[in-house]
């Protein structure tokens, strides 16, 4: 009974994400990763982002030493040929890549011997076990740093073994750690408590990246949802992220 009185949180109107110019996180280059499996999928899906207001879409494919084993010739050989694709489909949108790497055993000598694929002005977009964080990951991310890259953590709200530890979300942006947020995560996607930590880190203007993480139609039907959200439209107030940047 008590739940006929409870207040809508849901906005009039949609949150227009054209506002945020560009998309930062996403797996539009086919049969790399566990996102486009086609290059008809990478079209359909970047119509998609197209035609909701993004003019610029930055494409991010795992980088795991054990399983998606990619390395910068893969990437850029198809980002051309799904900006071939775009082209002869008329999806006026531009698209560029960098790599979601994985802190793995191997991440260390990669960032030694490796120029990584970054985006903006030198960001480094990584991300962590979704069981535990690695023990080295503050010398990781100081490394990062004196090699001049700006390290960009994924998702930090899917990370459930810091969810009752917010203190780690704090020491990670007092170490000039940028904030990356799954724009699915305010609807509930991932689970009920991560929304809330995503909720918690805009309350207190933690994020400076937005990202879509897309995969699949799956998440392109979520984020017609997501943006009647309030907490969408305060992250995208806040004056914060860098999307509009990019």
Request: hydrophobic fraction near 35%; charged fraction near 25%.
């Amino acid at each position: 009974m008590f739940g006929l009185f409870k207040k809508n949180t849901r906005l009039k109107q949609p949150v227009d994400l054209g506002l945020l110019n560009c998309d930062i996180h996403s797996h539009f280059i086919p049969g790399i990763d566990d996102g486009a499996k086609t290059i008809e999928d990478s079209i359909q899906l970047i119509t998609a982002m197209y035609h909701f207001g993004y003019k610029k879409v930055i494409t991010t494919p795992h980088i795991m030493s054990d399983y998606y084993k990619n390395n910068s010739e893969i990437i850029h050989g198809g980002l051309e040929k799904v900006r071939t694709a775009l082209k002869q489909n008329n999806i006026p949108i531009q698209i560029e890549a960098a790599a979601e790497y994985y802190i793995d055993y191997d991440f260390e000598r990669k960032l030694s011997e490796e120029k990584l694929l970054t985006f903006g002005d030198n960001y480094l977009l990584f991300e962590i076990s979704y069981m535990n964080a690695p023990s080295n990951l503050e010398h990781v991310i100081f490394k990062m740093q004196s090699l001049g890259y700006k390290p960009v953590m994924a998702h930090p709200e899917r990370y459930n073994y810091w969810h009752n530890e917010f203190y780690k979300y704090e020491k990670m942006v007092e170490k000039g750690v940028l904030l990356q947020m799954n724009i699915n995560s305010l609807t509930g996607y991932y689970s009920i408590s991560t929304k809330k930590i995503a909720e918690q880190l805009i309350e207190k203007n933690m994020i400076s990246l937005l990202g879509s993480d897309c995969h699949h139609n799956g998440h392109i039907d979520l984020i017609k949802g997501v943006v009647f959200e309030k907490q969408l439209e305060q992250l995208m107030q806040s004056g914060k992220l860098l999307n509009t940047r990019l």
